[in-house]
């Protein structure tokens, strides 16, 4: 492991022990803990997510965490994802494999074995699988964003299937997607703590084929669905988002677009996940707002 993720790693884990003192678990959502979708980690576990004395299908969404394709798991995303559910949705919470580790396609094998789940349990859970979402913020809102581009672009399908050996599912599509503080366009030289997370997360350390590989806006076309894009005004993503959303005019992909600011201070990056902060609610409200108003266009 590179020094780089040892510190992200040592560093996120301080910052989410802040951000997450003293929140406590609603009671106003069941929680199914622990789930297993897959066989060969510990880490390939999720929690389900649902409105206490909701019956019949609801809505899903499910949530791609973030951390630097190198931490995070479920536990440190339960409470956005319960405040998530609050809402009116079933919300799946997964860990998926992280790097060094696990290489590139790790994290994309494990949501495609998500929705895979999915398929075969989610009635189970009373997940309605016609009215699927998902959210992903940071490195999840890569994964997220890469994994969509291959469901929707067949030619992308195809060579990731081929080079990757990963085939994708195709029972369940997404109806739209929220993409927070992402990263969806990764060159050599960003700089930053970027060089070396690729170094630990691709196999060849960040070839040019690699890192064009996982720029989701090199794959992305008219077919990709309706997209909530956010960053903040202390998110250093910001460009990030700003190049997402000129791809997605290019490729006439609707989406929304929200910068979010605060009188007093700037709004840290994914700070849509801090429970604590009262803009979170007013994001996540809107993100909400805007699935359902996808729901009811069609």
């Not at 196999?203 to 806006?217: A, F, Q, W």
């Not at 490729?251 to 840290?268: G, I």
Request: aromatic share 10%; charged share 30%.
């Amino acid at each position: 492991m590179s020094e780089t993720s040892d510190k992200i790693r040592k560093l996120f884990k301080a910052g989410d022990d802040i951000r997450d003192a003293g929140l406590k678990e609603p009671e106003d959502v069941e929680k199914y803990r622990d789930i297993r979708y897959g066989t060969e980690d510990p880490m390939q576990v999720m929690d389900v997510y649902r409105p206490a004395g909701r019956e019949g299908l609801l809505p899903v969404i499910v949530s791609v965490h973030g951390g630097g394709w190198v931490y995070g798991d479920k536990e440190r995303y339960r409470f956005y994802c319960m405040d998530l559910a609050r809402r009116g949705f079933v919300v799946v919470n997964f860990s998926y494999r992280l790097a060094p580790e696990h290489k590139f396609p790790a994290p994309l094998e494990d949501t495609n074995l998500v929705f895979e789940w999915m398929a075969e349990h989610g009635k189970a859970y009373s997940m309605d699988l016609d009215r699927v979402f998902a959210v992903g913020d940071s490195a999840g809102g890569n994964i997220l964003s890469l994994y969509l581009a291959a469901c929707t672009n067949a030619s992308f399908k195809e060579k990731w299937e081929k080079e990757c050996r990963l085939q994708i599912q195709d029972s369940i599509s997404v109806r739209a997607a929220a993409l927070n503080c992402g990263v969806y366009k990764i060159e050599n030289d960003m700089g930053g703590d970027t060089p070396a997370l690729m170094e630990d997360y691709l196999p060849g350390k960040g070839t040019e084929e690699e890192l064009d590989m996982i720029s989701s806006i090199s794959h992305i076309t008219g077919n990709y669905p309706p997209v909530f894009l956010m960053t903040s005004s202390g998110d250093f993503t910001q460009s990030q988002a700003l190049a997402m959303a000129e791809c997605l005019m290019e490729r006439k992909v609707p989406f929304l677009f929200r910068f979010y600011d605060n009188e007093t201070h700037d709004l840290k990056h994914v700070f849509h996940v801090d429970m604590k902060c009262p803009q979170a609610e007013i994001c996540n409200d809107e993100t909400c707002r805007f699935f359902i108003e996808i729901l009811n266009r069609r």
